[in-house]
């Protein structure tokens, strides 16, 4: 045998281990067949010797390195059990990877813990790729089903078994849940919402805690989920089989009942559950049995409203699921039934009358408790014709008592599946295709087996059968098609063992003959099997204990069971007396009444039998066994017509311990479950599988003569002779060479010893070269030691000659310095002489100076004393004027701060305590201006008096004087009187000089006074109006901050929202469109583009309807809720919704009044109340709820949010006093209040305006005039170069330029063409004075762009163009708007308020990018992975690097494109360069063309690296280089087109970076380093999954060690990790979308250049 060879030194094999099970060792010695033992080295460093006795006792060879952790089991070079076990093990403990594929099955290992490998990132990733693609999963195995069925419309089959424990069920939810995803809409739908209900309920009333498994399925399950023409789920059925109903009445130590019992009992607080009288668990018989009450980790009142929510969702009402809580709580109280015993013998039994748990058990059911107690202990009997009453014992009143307790739970776990089924029922036609999926029990072998398992195993054997001879008719199919000379496999068929079972007097036949006799018992049965299949026929597969008689052996294929035969005939039976099911018959409740009704007119029960009195009836009734056998042969049946997928599940611990491997049990699964004997089948053909191409890659080195790839099949026909002399180790096919097991590695060895041949001869010619070389280089190096060593000897004699030169030198330098010292040292002592004489001459001069300046000092103080003296006269003088002056400019500086003070009445009214201490100062002031004011009139007219006084003196003086020198002196009495009244004169007059002088200068002192107060309040308002605004602005800063970030997570909710209410709307459109069809049209029917948008009412002046029936007071479709856009308007996909508001007349539904008003008779599809319809209706009407509850709710939370930030700024000003600073802040504040005022202002015209609507329709029922309406309008301004549309042309302008716009003659428009034209339109009719027509004009375009959007959902240019439209539509009206034509003189505003319009304009705005982003991502899906990662754009690269075995392709598998078929990067440059085209001829703004490729290179980066985290092919060093290629070839094309500013590039790091970890060294540590210090954009999961899944596919690459992955692993767990923890990406992920505003330049209808291909030469120019 040619694998002897590969048995020399150093060669790794498999031992068998107690423990371990197998143990890998080394060859120390190379083997002979004359040696009898082999020398090993265990992996513990042990040697050890074992025996050989023949070639055939030898161990099994160790598969290569790298083939450790393989994918697929079958691609292992040598199959075997040690291969398998280790395989698994590796991946499963290494890898964390719990999915396996063997050949078309697939190994599950439950990990025992939670892992974020099964959300709809990950459902997407394999959603539509190969199953031979992707790494395993149980998504592989559903989506290879599902694409079956779509191709090959046939039936598929997923069969999940395994043991308790294994993960079936969790592997089952998972496998509905992607068929649930994939095969729905873009949303559930109600059909797959119910599949997937169906799982709580059944888990509730079906799955209980055992021993191996706290959630283990007691039933299996066949689940078919019906799929229509287009692969959408329609429907679905179940089937179960084998319920076990034993564990209702008992439980074994540390297991629970059903897992329902414990919800009732948790919820029995509740209010609606109090009158079922529950207790704890621990008080009920049938619940405390086990010992265990909860299960560490659940919430059983949690789970109880989570299957209450999944029967509302499946139509089940809460009056009947009361109804069902009550029979169960019932079956809790009949186990405390105390039924005791009477009689000298005990050969009686009764229940008290008072008994509680019976009452109300009677009470719960509705029936009578004393005939229910009386029946519990009798049986009635037919004796000779005579009915008798015959008493029972205690113990078979117990048994009556559990039987009818099982019998009832037995019924409504059937009535519960009639139930799921008849809501899962199909409804929208006939099931085109199924995708069944089989949960059901694996093989099982306990201490004590019984009737149980016995069937269980008898199931298994049949599907054991089934997937034997599946797998061989894929081997005999593989066979076929490549015209191979086979001989026929030998596999271990199973028949015989199923004919042990099911055959002639088989032991189903036994059995069930035992059971029809009338004094059958377990012990005659057991000699009935001894006697048939022990003594008369021996069976090779039926055995008996040596210790008992009471058991039997069966040889089953995974192992030998030993059944107990007690307990078999009465759970065959399972009947239940027929008097205790006519009381449950009579049932006052209708759900019991049903429960029991149903069956008798059924010659059989569903899940047991009823014993009645009657022999003849009784001999007619089915038994448990012969019903299984019938629903088995009937899933057989099923599985047979359709295409099987397996799912095997492993348990590896019993322990239940999170990533624990058990070698031993996880062994004894493998063997029972069939992996193995999948192995042995393909190991007994030819395993190993190459095509012509890869076999002719991998070993050309072994082939002689010419080589060429050309004819690579006829090199390997003729090579392999000469390889393998052996002719049946290998077999050639038509595509592909077949090697039996083993012969790759001899193979491999071979190429081995080649190679290490011609690395000898190269190692001697490069030894040889670089001995020549070294040589050379010694001799080389030899001369050129001898020239230094020359030339080192002449440079020290030429230093020496240089050091003599220099001591000359130093001499002769010496020798002058000491001569220069000296002349150095005379000349300083000379000039030091004569620096003394010459500073004695200096200070007697300087002596006679300072006398002459004393002198002249004393001359100049006299001098400037007296210029002093007479500079304070006129000083003096100068002061009292600059007085005056200055008094002058306070008075009038005083007047501009009163008018100051008058200008901030609002500065006043935040700084009150300030404006009265200001206002205080100012009273004062005011009132010491008037005190002084009077001081200086009384001043003033006190002086004119005494001057007048004076006057009068002085002349009376003078009169006097004169008289003196004219007369003679008068008499001396007379003089000195006249004397004495001038002196008295002259003082009043000299103090009331003082006394005004006295006040003026304290009017003065006042004066002041206030006014350095003045200038000290003026400095602190300063200060602290600084140090308040500064705080202000702070807080303004950070509130800005917090609502920004609030706004972007408000953005992106609503985005969701708003694509969840496009996609609702295009349901609800298919759903209509799919009623026009299926009803016949008897009367007119309204065209799409009458509808409106499904969350805005219908406008009248749509296009089927007239427009001459349109009023001034015609309804829009559009409400006017909030404040107009600012100068730029910021048009978000999370913006809230336009609030929509109900009509005043709108009693009943909007589209039903317009259409009576306009005498359209109502469509029968409208009028249809389908239930597809109303669901549809009601999904959009609760998603307009929400979206407008959204929109107030954030209204409510801007004004809160306003109130507070005023409320602090008041308070923070109130506690600031800086004037300077309170300045700039009145100024902010006097801006934002100014805006308030508009915005007030505008909410004050709307509500008019409602309000007028609102009294004109009234006026307009009595007197339709609108000429009062009209005349209170204000009057438009004229302006030109503007299109007037008559109002009988209005619908055929929309149906000319919009409607029957096609995409041959549109893209040859000028850009915006059609908005520009209605606009002029619009913009006419509002000047014209008709505001009604303009805004039903505007609002039946923005209804006509909107169907035109929604048919054109596959074209990107037509997209692009409405978009366009929309956009500058909705600029030109912000534009024109009253708000935005305030602030500009030259825009004329319309008068017509169109605010709802335009916000409507900004969503479709933002539905038009959506679906332009849809298209492409649908061009781009399939394009991406194929061209990204698959594509080989640098040639050659990865020509040599072929895997060392290639995992064989899949059947169903669709083949990948090869050659020029295939996609590259040149495919997904042409998509984007057609959206950048696209986008570029509408000139759409350059940050939206941004914004559109950050998405769609998102998108790329998504799909790609999800798709290289699941696929183990594509992480090698050679697809890294090409991968990072191709994405610099999409950043380079991103760069050309201007785009990277956007961020278009950066989203596409995670992608390149992935790409140099695939280059990057993985060995050392500061490799580990670089790479954690450079995948900054990767999470730690994507790090640690693509090292791990790191494939070397060439010789001259190492795969990566497991050390390497731990240091990586420590190393990234200590970095702060920005990135989600999340393995994959979110593809769906959207970004926020601005559309900016950009003013358009001045509109002009002489500008335009309108086509007559559009036929709107009806418009006329004004």
Partial sequence: MATLELYTKGAGVWVPDPEAVWVSATLLRDYNPEDEQLWLQLQNGNEVHYSVDSPSDLPPLGNPDILEGENDLTALSFLHEPAVLHNLRVRFLDYSSIYTYCGIVLVAINPYDQLSIYGEEVIDAYSGQDMGDMEPHIFSVAEEAYRTMTREERNQSIIISGESGSGKTVSAKFTMRYFAVVGGAAQQTSVEERVLASNPIMESIGNAKTTRNDNSSRFGKYIEIGFGRKGDIIGANMRTYLLEKSRVVFQASSERNYHMFYQLCAA??????????????????????????????????????????????????????????????????????????????????????????????????????????????????????????????????????????????????????????????????????????????????????????????????????????????????????????????????????????????????????????????????????????????????????????????????????????????????????????????????????????????????????????????????????????????????????????????????????????????????????????????????????????????????????????????????????????????????????????????????????????????????????????????????????????????????????????????????YRMVVVRQLFLMIRDATVTIQAFTRGTLARRRYRQLIAERAAVLLQATVRGWLARWAYRRVRAAVIFMQCCVRRKASRRELLRLKAEARSVERYRELNKGMEVKLMQLQLRVNQQARESAALRGTLHAEREAASAELEALRGIIQKLENQRLEKPPPSPAVSEKEVEERRRAEEKAAQEILRLTQEMQALQKDKENISKEKENLTAQLHEKERTQNECVQKAVQEASAALQSELDEEKMKYQGLLRELTRLEQRYDNLREMNLLTEPSREHRRTDSAQSLISEPLSPCSTPLSPQSLTPLSWSPFTSTFPSPEEKRRISVTSPTPERRISVWSLESPLDQLMEKMDVAKDPAVKKKGEDLEYAYDAVRVANKFLESQQQKQQTEWKDELEDLRNQLSQKICSGSSPAKKRDLWQLLEAREFECMRLRRELKELRHTATLRHLLTQVSLSAPTTETFCAARPKPAAVAGLLECRKRDETKLIKNLITDLRSEGALALPPGLPASVIFLCVRQADCSGDQARARSLCSAALIAMKAALTKQTSDLDMTALWLKNFSLLHDLLVQHSPEQSLDSDELVSMTTDLSDLIRSLSVLCIQAYQQLLSITETLLQKLIVPALLESETIAGLSGSAVKLVVSRKRAGSDPRPLGADAPTMASVLRQLRALHTALSRQALPQSLAEQAFRQMTYLICASALNNLLLRKDMCCWSRGMQIRYNVSVLEEWLRSQDLAAGGAVATLEPLIQAAQLLQVGKKTDADAQAIVRTCTALSSKQIMKILTLYTPHSDLDEKVSLNFIRTVQELVRGRSDSQPPQLLMDVRRTFPVTVPYSPPPALSADDLVIPESLKISFLRRS
């Fill in 268 to 813: 029995r607080e509740l209010p609606e559950m109090r009158s079922l009288k529950l207790e704890p668990p621990e008080y009920f018989h049938y619940t405390k049995q086990g010992g265990e009450m909860q299960i560490p980790g659940t919430d059983d009142l949690s789970d109880l409203e989570r299957t209450r929510n999944a029967f509302t969702v499946l139509g089940v009402q809460s009056e009947q699921q009361m109804e069902l809580f009550r029979i169960l709580s019932a079956v809790l109280h009949l186990g405390n039934v105390n039924i005791q015993a009477s009689g000298r013998s005990a050969d009686r039994s009764y229940i008290r009358a008072d008994d509680r748990s019976l009452a109300v058990f009677s009470k719960l059911l509705g029936v009578e408790g004393s005939q229910m107690a009386h029946w519990l202990c009798s049986r009635r009997l037919a004796v000779g014709g005579e009915m008798l009453v015959k008493p029972m014992t205690g113990q078979q009143a117990l048994e009556a008592r559990d039987a009818l307790a099982k019998h009832i739970y037995g019924q409504l776990f059937t009535w519960t599946v009639q139930r799921l089924n008849s809501a899962l029922r199909s409804q929208k036609g006939k099931t085109k295709s199924f995708i069944g999926v089989l949960d059901i029990y694996g093989f099982e072998t306990f201490d004590q087996n019984s009737f149980e398992q016995f069937c269980i195993n008898y199931a298994n054997e049949k599907l054991q059968q089934q997937f034997n001879r599946h797998v061989f008719h894929l081997e005999q199919e593989e066979y076929v098609r490549e015209e191979l000379a086979w001989n026929r496999i030998e596999f271990s068929d199973n028949q015989e063992c199923i004919n042990l079972i099911e055959g002639p007097l088989g032991i189903f036949d036994l059995l069930d003959e035992e059971c029809r006799m009338p004094k059958g018992s377990d012990e005659n049965w057991a000699r009935k099997l001894y006697d048939q299949h022990l003594n008369s026929k021996p069976h090779p597969h039926f055995g008996k204990p040596r210790m008992t008689n009471s058991a039997f052996i069966v040889f089953h294929f995974a192992d030998t069971v030993q059944y107990e035969c007690g307990g078999f005939l009465d759970k065959n039976r399972d009947t239940v007396f027929e008097e205790l099911i006519n009381i449950l018959k009579a049932s006052q409740s209708e759900l019991v009444a049903e429960l029991f009704q149903q069956q008798g007119g059924a010659p059989s029960v569903a899940n047991g039998s009823v014993r009645s009195g009657k022999r003849a009836a009784r001999e007619h009734k089915l038994t448990v066994g012969f019903q299984f056998r019938q629903s088995l042969q009937m899933l057989m049946d099923t599985l047979n017509s359709t295409t099987p997928h397996y799912v095997r599940c492993i348990k590896p611990n019993d322990l239940k311990a999170a990533f624990m491997f058990d070698p031993q049990r996880t062994v004894q699964q493998l063997r029972a479950c069939g992996v193995l004997e999948t192995i042995r089948i393909s190991a007994a053909g030819y395993p190993s599988r190459w095509t012509y191409e890869e076999f002719f890659s991998r070993y050309r080195l072994l082939l002689r003569g010419p080589q060429s790839q050309d004819q690579a099949q006829a090199s390997c026909r003729q090579a392999l002779p000469q390889l393998i002399p052996d002719t049946d180790q290998y077999c050639f096919g038509k595509t592909k060479v077949f090697f039996r097991a083993g012969q790759v590695a001899v193979l491999e060895r071979l190429r081995y010893e080649r190679l290490r041949v011609a690395a000898v001869t190269i190692q001697r010619h490069a030894k040889g070269w670089l001995a020549r070389i070294r040589y050379s280089r010694i001799l080389w190096a030899a001369a050129t030691i001898q020239r230094y060593t020359r030339g080192a000897l002449a440079r020290r004699r030429a230093l020496t000659l240089r050091y003599t030169k220099a001591a000359i030198v130093i001499q002769k330098t």
